[in-house]
C-alpha cells in the first residue's frame, strides 16, 4: 500500500517534482521513515472515502498489520492520525517535554494564520481539553506577541506579504524602544536561527528604504533652504 510505503521507504514521499517542496519542511523526504525506524511501534489511521483504514508497524518499521479497513466514518472526514512510542533502546528519554512541544505548536498556529492547533497532555488526568491556539492574524500577532511588556514606538505593526519569481514571502515587524533588535525568521515554518539570504536581503532592503527616505527629504530641505535663500 502507499502509506506502508511512505513509512517504510525512503526518499518515498510525495513533496519532489510536485511543487510540494516549496512549502513543506525538511530537505530529504524522510521523516515518516525515519521516525518509524527509530520507533518502538507506529501505529498510522486513514480517513478516506467514509471508510477507517490502519496500518502497524513494530520494532523499527516491521509490518506488524498489513493497510485494513477497520470501519466507517463520516464522509466529509479525511485525514491521517499517526501515534508512536520512540525506542528506549536509541534515547536517553522516551519521556516528552509538554511545554517544548507546547511553545512550537503555538509558534506554528503564528506562522500559519487561520490554522487551529490543539495539544493535549494525556498523561495528566485533570486536563481534558488541552490548549488549542488560533491566530487570524498569523505573524502580525506573533510580533505582538513576542513585544508584550516592551513599549512600542508605533501601535500598528508593519505587516508585508506578497509573491516574486514564484517565491512567497511575509513580513512583520514593529519597531520599540528597546536596544536590540530581535529577528526571528522561517523558512517553510522551520526556524532559520542562522539567518540566511532572506535575512540578509530583508535587512538590505530596509536599510535602502531608509536611506532613500532620508535622502529625499534632505533633498527637500535643501530646495526649502534654497528657496528662503532667494526670497
Known amino acids: 500500500s502507499t502509506v506502508e510505503t511512505v513509512y517504510t521507504v525512503l526518499h518515498a514521499g510525495g513533496k519532489f517534482g510536485g511543487g510540494g517542496y516549496k512549502v513543506s519542511g525538511g530537505l530529504h523526504g524522510v521523516g515518516a521513515s525515519v521516525v518509524n525506524a527509530l520507533s518502538k511501534w507506529v501505529n498510522v489511521t486513514v480517513y478516506k472515502n467514509s471508510k477507517v483504514y490502519e496500518v502497524k508497524f513494530v ?42 512541544l507546547r511553545v512550537r505548536d503555538r509558534e506554528l498556529a503564528f506562522l500559519n494564520k487561520g490554522l487551529s492547533i490543539n495539544i493535549r497532555d494525556d498523561r495528566d488526568s485533570e486536563d481534558t481539553t488541552g490548549e488549542t491556539f488560533m ?81 529625499s527629504k534632505n533633498t527637500e530641505n535643501n530646495k526649502n533652504k534654497e528657496n528662503e535663500k532667494n526670497h
Open 59 to 100: 520494532d523499527g518499521g516491521k509490518v506488524a498489520q498489513k493497510l485494513t479497513r477497520v470501519g466507517d466514518c463520516e464522509e466529509n472526514r479525511t485525514g491521517t492520525t499517526v501515534t508512536f512510542k520512540p525506542d528506549p533502546d536509541i534515547f536517553d528519554s522516551e519521556i516528552y517535554d509538554y511545554d517544548t
Open 135 to 215: 491566530y487570524e492574524g498569523g505573524i502580525s500577532e506573533y510580533v505582538r506577541f513576542i513585544n508584550q511588556g516592551k513599549t512600542p514606538i508605533h501601535e500598528d505593526i508593519i505587516h508585508l506579504e506578497g509573491e516574486e519569481d514564484n517565491v512567497f514571502f511575509e513580513v512583520a515587524l514593529q519597531y520599540t524602544t528597546s536596544y536590540t533588535e530581535n529577528i526571528l525568521s522561517f523558512v517553510n515554518n522551520i526556524p532559520t536561527g542562522e539567518g540566511g539570504t532572506h535575512v540578509d536581503g530583508f535587512k538590505r532592503g530596509l536599510t535602502k528604504a531608509f536611506n532613500d527616505y532620508m535622502g
